[in-house]
């Protein structure tokens, strides 16, 4: 696995489940950043994430757990919690001790997803996961969809994108164009335009990459297809990602078939990264060269998501 990675895990959103997975009424134990969660769902349908050992004497609140309304009761002693982590009642005590609070996270969903902010230090949301206009489309629909455990660190993978010189190495693919690239605080945005010869006639493909945070980022393919499709990063421990990939396309698309084989070699690539994720080690200052696309500029993005980097 890659070994003296500098950082801590990082600041940010992540999607700790997909929606259509936490119905109303229902709780689901989470383990990521190497703590035990609690993922609920109240019964108006409103979604909740929180420590998952009660405060009290420490039972999993996802094992046996129940929702009852917009709360949460602790199967070991019947405690009962809101999804702010308030204790609003302990079926034996008048009193509720001011220190019966749960820890809990804050949560929005979006995106077909259930999202946590995680911070080391419990600092507020630094910025908003943005909607993707493409999913819940009625126009739209999901035609795709793979998860991977990975034993590397969210940075290493997400550094991948602009490892320009890895492509052909690794992949086989012929040198990529250029990319035009945008950064605002959380977002970085690059474009990647080619000219291509079809059979109905000349065309530019466009690759639009956008990553917010290093939990999230979607790419548009426009040109010779119209496919758009959602990554969501998760890190399970220090040394484990979580990878979702979901594909979507306009309803019975005519380029389908071209979807079908980006689908086909974004997995062939993954499958061939994968080894060289959970066997390197990290370099902080490596000896780049003009070739290898601009890693030493996304690593300073990068800085924004750790603790000790805020606001660099």
Same mark, same amino acid.
């Given at each position: 696995?890659?070994?003296?990675?500098?950082?801590?895990?990082?600041?940010?959103?992540?999607?700790?489940?997909?929606?259509?997975?936490?119905?109303?009424?229902?709780?689901?134990?989470?383990?990521?950043?190497?703590?035990?969660?609690?993922?609920?769902?109240?019964?108006?349908?409103?979604?909740?994430?929180?420590?998952?050992?009660?405060?009290?004497?420490?039972?999993?609140?996802?094992?046996?757990?129940?929702?009852?309304?917009?709360?949460?009761?602790?199967?070991?002693?019947?405690?009962?919690?809101?999804?702010?982590?308030?204790?609003?009642?302990?079926?034996?005590?008048?009193?509720?001790?001011?220190?019966?609070?749960?820890?809990?996270?804050?949560?929005?969903?979006?995106?077909?997803?259930?999202?946590?902010?995680?911070?080391?230090?419990?600092?507020? *949301?630094?910025?908003?996961?943005?909607?993707?206009?493409?999913?819940?489309?009625?126009?739209?629909?999901?035609?795709?969809?793979?998860?991977?455990?990975?034993?590397?660190?969210?940075?290493?993978?997400?550094?991948?994108?602009?490892?320009?010189?890895?492509?052909?190495?690794?992949?086989?693919?012929?040198?990529? *164009?250029?990319?035009?690239?945008?950064?605002?605080?959380?977002?970085?945005?690059?474009?990647?335009?080619?000219?291509?010869?079809?059979?109905?006639?000349?065309?530019?493909?466009?690759?639009?990459?956008?990553?917010?945070?290093?939990?999230?980022?979607?790419?548009?393919?426009?040109?010779?297809?119209?496919?758009?499709?959602?990554?969501?990063?998760?890190?399970?421990?220090?040394?484990?990602?979580?990878?979702?990939?979901?594909?979507?396309?306009?309803?019975?698309?005519?380029?389908?078939?071209?979807?079908?084989?980006?689908?086909?070699?974004?997995?062939?690539?993954?499958?061939?990264?994968?080894?060289?994720?959970?066997?390197?080690?990290?370099?902080?200052?490596?000896?780049?060269?003009?070739?290898?696309?601009?890693?030493?500029?996304?690593?300073?993005?990068?800085?924004?998501?750790?603790?000790?980097?805020?606001?660099?």
């Amino acid at each position: 696995m890659a070994l003296n990675f500098p950082h801590p895990m990082p600041s940010g959103w992540f999607a700790l489940v997909a929606s259509a997975e936490l119905t109303a009424g229902e709780v689901r134990a989470g383990r990521y950043f190497d703590r035990d969660l609690v993922l609920w769902r109240g019964e108006n349908g409103t979604p909740h994430v929180m420590d998952a050992y009660c405060p009290h004497l420490g039972a999993h609140l996802a094992h046996g757990g129940r929702v009852e309304g917009d709360t949460i009761r602790c199967p070991f002693h019947g405690w009962r919690f809101d999804g702010e982590g308030a204790c609003l009642e302990i079926p034996y005590a008048e009193r509720i001790p001011p220190n019966a609070r749960a820890s809990a996270w804050p949560v929005v969903e979006r995106n077909g997803a259930v999202w946590g902010w995680h911070d080391p230090d419990a600092r507020p *949301p630094f910025y908003e996961i943005p909607s993707v206009e493409e999913f819940g489309a009625a126009d739209w629909e999901e035609v795709h969809r793979r998860r991977w455990t990975v034993h590397t660190q969210i940075q290493e993978m997400a550094e991948n994108g602009v490892d320009g010189a890895h492509f052909q190495s690794v992949h086989g693919a012929v040198a990529l *164009p250029d990319s035009e690239v945008q950064i605002e605080g959380a977002s970085r945005v690059a474009i990647q335009r080619a000219p291509l010869v079809t059979s109905r006639g000349p065309t530019t493909s466009v690759i639009t990459v956008r990553n917010v945070g290093l939990g999230f980022s979607f790419t548009r393919f426009t040109g010779i297809c119209e496919t758009t499709s959602l990554n969501f990063v998760v890190p399970i421990d220090a040394h484990t990602i979580e990878f979702t990939v979901v594909f979507l396309q306009p309803v019975a698309s005519e380029t389908s078939g071209v979807t079908r084989a980006i689908i086909t070699d974004l997995e062939k690539q993954i499958g061939e990264d994968i080894p060289i994720w959970e066997h390197k080690t990290y370099r902080e200052r490596p000896p780049l060269c003009d070739g290898d696309g601009p890693i030493a500029e996304f690593r300073r993005w990068c800085l924004q998501f750790y603790a000790e980097g805020h606001g660099a």
